[in-house]
Nanobody
Framework: QVQLVESGGGLVLPGSSLRLSCAAS????????MGWFRQAPGKEREFVAG????????YYAVSVKGRVAISRDNAKRTVDLQMYDLKPEDTAVYYC????????????????????WGQGTQVTVSS
């Protein structure tokens, strides 16, 4: 199993940038595709970005494409989400997650296919 802990959330002004980080302990981190999801109050959890196990491929939700960048460092066992030009509608709890399957060929956006989750970090965008 992979244990995940997110950090980096906070209260920021609209237009700000923020970098979230997810640290993995235990398990074969470098064999899993990783994803970032978010959940706003009263809404379903939604996919934000994904990166394959090697870091060679990324995938973004249309709603954030061009404003976020996902990256990973397998040696440090971390996956980061850099967010730019934040908007109030980006307010949510952000979760990192590891795929349920090792070395999956395709990047998937369905949260049901991710087996390991962190506890989440709150991002609030407000003036």
């Amino acid at each position: 199993q992979v244990q995940l802990v997110e950090s980096g959330g906070g209260l920021v002004l609209p237009g700000s940038s923020l970098r979230l980080s997810c640290a993995a302990s235990d398990g074969p981190f470098s064999s899993y595709n990783m994803g970032w999801f978010r959940q706003a109050p009263g809404k379903e959890r939604e996919f934000v970005a994904g990166i394959n196990w090697s870091g060679g491929a990324t995938y973004y939700a249309v709603s954030v494409k061009g404003r976020v960048a996902i990256s990973r460092d397998n040696a440090k066992r971390t996956v980061d989400l850099q967010m730019y030009d934040l908007k109030p509608e980006d307010t949510a709890v952000y979760y990192c997650a590891a795929d349920s399957e090792q070395y999956r060929t395709l990047l998937v956006s369905s949260y049901g296919l991710y087996a390991y989750w962190g506890q989440g970090t709150q991002v609030t965008v407000s003036s």
